[in-house]
């Protein structure tokens, strides 16, 4: 049975770890704290759901109309919630992704109602049983779809000369511009990526957690902590991080106690931050903040 | 001339007058009817707007009351406490004898100091335990509250489907530890205890942990109080983990969208409710729902069917007792109403409504189809 609950909390871990992604680009290139990223997420699911249902496109074909959608509000965000504001006080920033948060919430609210709605799985509701341990098929999709995501951005960062000029952009901006890198580009780049990575992730989690215009701020919370834990920036750290939060709640859940999961969570998280004050990868949390 | 001109003035206001007693005496008897018309909140409060239209018409259809028409005044309560009192001051600025009040426990806490100044009965289908615990004696619940709706589902688990290890997942609202309680109260009652009571929050998304420790506790039913999208997920891990154990859960399993989120894994799940318009064998539930069908192109809810019961006990109330509000309370209190949904009579508390039903739900053709399994009526009177 703790095959079971393992299992099941790999694939919550990546989903955990997917949604942390897209808020630590954004963090590491242009030093951006976005809590708005929990609804970029939730509206990269609501547009697949738009898409897919309401106007009857086949689930390839939304998740293209939400990637694009998200395109076009990824630069939105960028033009109207952060570049204006990128030499302001770090407050500021925060400030302006709180309000994004609150009017993508309430945008959603407006558009798609209160209910909880559901996308359909590429791989349908199907579950695989190997050797009595279940397994839906969407979960291996969830973790397939991580291990390509997170190599695909390896590869991408270390490989290819755009991601080269956006890792030198996010390093440091001025000497980029020196360097005749369009520092502008890179950051409107930067948020198109978190974007998508938000379309993906909105898409994922949908078939299983539902979509609703609250969803956002449980999404932001747990990447949070996956951040902190991991080490804040840290993209391998989001990976462990991920899957230890995933397994750990299950765990704790299912053998401890379900009514303090989450304080009994928080707690292993402080205990790992005592004993690993920098997370599981990175610099000391207090040298960032 | 001046003799006659005065007799004739006289003559004119006589018949004023008289015309005037006569045209009070004729007067329609004014009902109020509010609740959300617009807003995302209106689809429940139409449907049962609709309700007390179909009752008046039907009373007036067949003479009104006691020779006097039903005037029902609706106004809107939108989604806000604002709205709410608003919609209160309007149908009170008509001299209502009664009010049909809206589901909504906010709007209804809101209500009810003007409506316990005013001193006007008010009558709603919210399920809120805590609304006739207020000590207000002009509101009349027309739906059941979870006291009976918990302890009816919990016999059936136990009683119906024979349990005898008995899992309960329960949410941590309020809601969810109210009907904790009461589970437990009723286990007890029945001589259990449950095997296993695991929590979860109302934002949570997965239950594989909770799932996984019921499995181990080897249960012969699941009983869960939930709100509308945990039940969902809960539904749809049980499903997902293989955990063949009947699920036995609360009214949120009977709403609609949330048969599209759980698709198949709806296939045996029992639920508590109040009624099922749509799909109750009864003729005489069927014969209504066709009428209301008719009249306003959409299907009722389950709160409609007991919004109508309740606009027709008003109405029965109004034609024994007057138009006098005391007397219509009194005789509230006093009198039993058979409705289309079941027996109402109220309680010390003013709860009108004890009884409660069971739905079994089935996948078939790619769609959940209900079946009424059983009805409860837990009438202390």
Redesign the interface.
């Given at each position: 049975?703790i095959i079971?609950?393992i299992i099941?909390?790999v694939a919550?871990g990546c989903i955990y770890a997917l949604v942390s992604f897209g808020f630590v680009l954004i963090y590491n290139a242009v030093g951006a704290v976005n809590f708005a990223y929990g609804e970029l997420v939730m509206f990269g699911g609501y547009l697949g759901f738009a898409a897919s249902v309401w106007l009857g496109f086949p689930l390839w074909a939304a998740m293209i109309f939400s990637l694009v959608a998200m395109t076009l509000l990824g630069i939105f965000y960028n033009e109207f919630a952060y570049y204006p504001m990128r030499h302001r006080p770090v407050v500021v920033v925060i400030i302006a992704s709180i309000g994004m948060s609150v009017l993508l919430r309430n945008g959603a609210?407006a558009i798609w109602?209160?209910?909880?709605?559901?996308v359909n799985s590429f791989v349908g509701?199907g579950?695989l049983?190997i050797g009595g341990v279940?397994l839906?098929q969407h979960n291996v999709l969830i973790v397939l779809v991580t291990a390509f995501v997170f190599i695909g951005q390896y590869l991408f960062f270390a490989r290819t000369s755009i991601g080269r000029k956006l890792e030198a952009t996010a390093q440091d901006q001025e000497m980029a511009r020196l360097m005749g890198i369009k520092v502008r580009w890179m950051i409107v780049l930067t948020f198109v990526l978190a974007a998508w990575l938000a379309s993906i992730a909105g898409f994922l989690?949908a078939p299983?957690?539902?979509l609703?215009p609250?969803?956002g701020?449980?999404i932001i919370l747990k990447a949070f902590i996956v951040i902190v834990i991991g080490g804040f920036g840290s993209v391998p750290g989001l990976v462990v991080a991920g899957l230890f939060l995933g397994v750990t709640?299950?765990?704790?859940?299912?053998?401890l106690t379900?009514?303090y999961?989450?304080v009994i969570s928080f707690l292993i998280l402080i205990a790992v931050l005592m004993v690993l004050p920098q997370g599981f990868f990175g610099e000391k949390i207090a040298e960032r903040l | 001339m001046k003799h006659s001109g005065k007799v004739l003035g006289g003559a004119i206001l006589a018949l004023g007058l008289v015309l005037g007693c006569v045209s009070l005496s004729l007067a329609d008897i004014q009902v109020g009817a509010i609740h959300s018309l617009t807003t995302g909140l209106a689809p429940l409060g139409q449907r049962q707007i609709n309700s007390a239209i179909l009752a008046a018409e039907e009373w007036n259809a067949r003479g009104g009351i006691n020779g006097k028409k039903i005037d029902l005044i609706v106004e809107d309560t939108a989604d806000s406490t604002t709205m709410a009192m608003t919609a209160l001051d309007r149908v009170l600025g008509k001299d209502v004898c009664a009010i049909l009040g809206p589901i909504w426990s906010f709007q209804l806490f809101a209500l009810f100091p003007e409506v316990k100044k005013e001193g006007v009965p008010l009558l709603s289908t919210s399920g809120t335990r805590a609304l006739t615990q207020k000590n207000n004696p002009w509101y009349f619940r027309l739906y059941p509250h979870d006291g009976i709706t918990k302890r009816a589902y919990t016999m059936f688990a136990v009683q119906e489907l024979k349990a005898k290890r008995v899992a309960v997942m329960c949410v941590t609202t309020e809601y969810g530890k109210s009907g904790h309680e009461l589970i437990l109260e009723t286990l007890k009652e029945l001589g259990l205890e449950p095997v296993i009571v695991t929590w979860h929050n109302k934002d949570d998304k997965d239950m594989t942990g909770q799932l996984m420790s019921i499995k181990r506790a080897n249960p012969d039913v699941i009983i869960s109080q939930a709100h509308p999208a945990d039940t969902a997920i809960i539904l749809k891990q049980q499903r997902d983990l293989g955990i063949q154990v009947p699920h036995v859960a609360s009214s949120a399993a009977t709403m609609p969208h949330i048969h599209k989120l759980v698709g198949p894994a709806m296939d045996g799940v029992y639920v508590e409710a109040a009624a099922l318009p749509n799909y109750d064998p009864d003729p005489k539930i069927q014969a209504w729902t066709k009428r209301y069908v008719k009249r306003f192109k959409t299907k009722p809810d389950s709160f409609a069917i007991l919004y109508y019961d309740g606009a027709n006990f008003v109405f029965s109330a109004i034609k024994a007792a007057g138009s006098n509000r005391a007397k219509i309370a009194k005789w509230l209190r006093e009198n039993r109403f058979q409705g289309l949904a079941g027996q109402y009579v109220f309680d010390k508390e003013q709860n009108g409504a004890h009884f409660a039903i069971i739905v079994q739900y089935s996948w078939k053709d790619g769609r959940v189809v209900p079946r009424l399994v059983k009805k409860y009526d837990l009438n202390p009177k």
């Amino acid at each position: 049975m703790i095959i079971q609950e393992i299992i099941s909390g790999v694939a919550i871990g990546c989903i955990y770890a997917l949604v942390s992604f897209g808020f630590v680009l954004i963090y590491n290139a242009v030093g951006a704290v976005n809590f708005a990223y929990g609804e970029l997420v939730m509206f990269g699911g609501y547009l697949g759901f738009a898409a897919s249902v309401w106007l009857g496109f086949p689930l390839w074909a939304a998740m293209i109309f939400s990637l694009v959608a998200m395109t076009l509000l990824g630069i939105f965000y960028n033009e109207f919630a952060y570049y204006p504001m990128r030499h302001r006080p770090v407050v500021v920033v925060i400030i302006a992704s709180i309000g994004m948060s609150v009017l993508l919430r309430n945008g959603a609210l407006a558009i798609w109602g209160p209910d909880a709605l559901k996308v359909n799985s590429f791989v349908g509701d199907g579950i695989l049983n190997i050797g009595g341990v279940v397994l839906p098929q969407h979960n291996v999709l969830i973790v397939l779809v991580t291990a390509f995501v997170f190599i695909g951005q390896y590869l991408f960062f270390a490989r290819t000369s755009i991601g080269r000029k956006l890792e030198a952009t996010a390093q440091d901006q001025e000497m980029a511009r020196l360097m005749g890198i369009k520092v502008r580009w890179m950051i409107v780049l930067t948020f198109v990526l978190a974007a998508w990575l938000a379309s993906i992730a909105g898409f994922l989690l949908a078939p299983i957690w539902f979509l609703e215009p609250d969803i956002g701020l449980y999404i932001i919370l747990k990447a949070f902590i996956v951040i902190v834990i991991g080490g804040f920036g840290s993209v391998p750290g989001l990976v462990v991080a991920g899957l230890f939060l995933g397994v750990t709640e299950v765990l704790v859940a299912s053998h401890l106690t379900s009514e303090y999961k989450d304080v009994i969570s928080f707690l292993i998280l402080i205990a790992v931050l005592m004993v690993l004050p920098q997370g599981f990868f990175g610099e000391k949390i207090a040298e960032r903040l | 001339m001046k003799h006659s001109g005065k007799v004739l003035g006289g003559a004119i206001l006589a018949l004023g007058l008289v015309l005037g007693c006569v045209s009070l005496s004729l007067a329609d008897i004014q009902v109020g009817a509010i609740h959300s018309l617009t807003t995302g909140l209106a689809p429940l409060g139409q449907r049962q707007i609709n309700s007390a239209i179909l009752a008046a018409e039907e009373w007036n259809a067949r003479g009104g009351i006691n020779g006097k028409k039903i005037d029902l005044i609706v106004e809107d309560t939108a989604d806000s406490t604002t709205m709410a009192m608003t919609a209160l001051d309007r149908v009170l600025g008509k001299d209502v004898c009664a009010i049909l009040g809206p589901i909504w426990s906010f709007q209804l806490f809101a209500l009810f100091p003007e409506v316990k100044k005013e001193g006007v009965p008010l009558l709603s289908t919210s399920g809120t335990r805590a609304l006739t615990q207020k000590n207000n004696p002009w509101y009349f619940r027309l739906y059941p509250h979870d006291g009976i709706t918990k302890r009816a589902y919990t016999m059936f688990a136990v009683q119906e489907l024979k349990a005898k290890r008995v899992a309960v997942m329960c949410v941590t609202t309020e809601y969810g530890k109210s009907g904790h309680e009461l589970i437990l109260e009723t286990l007890k009652e029945l001589g259990l205890e449950p095997v296993i009571v695991t929590w979860h929050n109302k934002d949570d998304k997965d239950m594989t942990g909770q799932l996984m420790s019921i499995k181990r506790a080897n249960p012969d039913v699941i009983i869960s109080q939930a709100h509308p999208a945990d039940t969902a997920i809960i539904l749809k891990q049980q499903r997902d983990l293989g955990i063949q154990v009947p699920h036995v859960a609360s009214s949120a399993a009977t709403m609609p969208h949330i048969h599209k989120l759980v698709g198949p894994a709806m296939d045996g799940v029992y639920v508590e409710a109040a009624a099922l318009p749509n799909y109750d064998p009864d003729p005489k539930i069927q014969a209504w729902t066709k009428r209301y069908v008719k009249r306003f192109k959409t299907k009722p809810d389950s709160f409609a069917i007991l919004y109508y019961d309740g606009a027709n006990f008003v109405f029965s109330a109004i034609k024994a007792a007057g138009s006098n509000r005391a007397k219509i309370a009194k005789w509230l209190r006093e009198n039993r109403f058979q409705g289309l949904a079941g027996q109402y009579v109220f309680d010390k508390e003013q709860n009108g409504a004890h009884f409660a039903i069971i739905v079994q739900y089935s996948w078939k053709d790619g769609r959940v189809v209900p079946r009424l399994v059983k009805k409860y009526d837990l009438n202390p009177k």
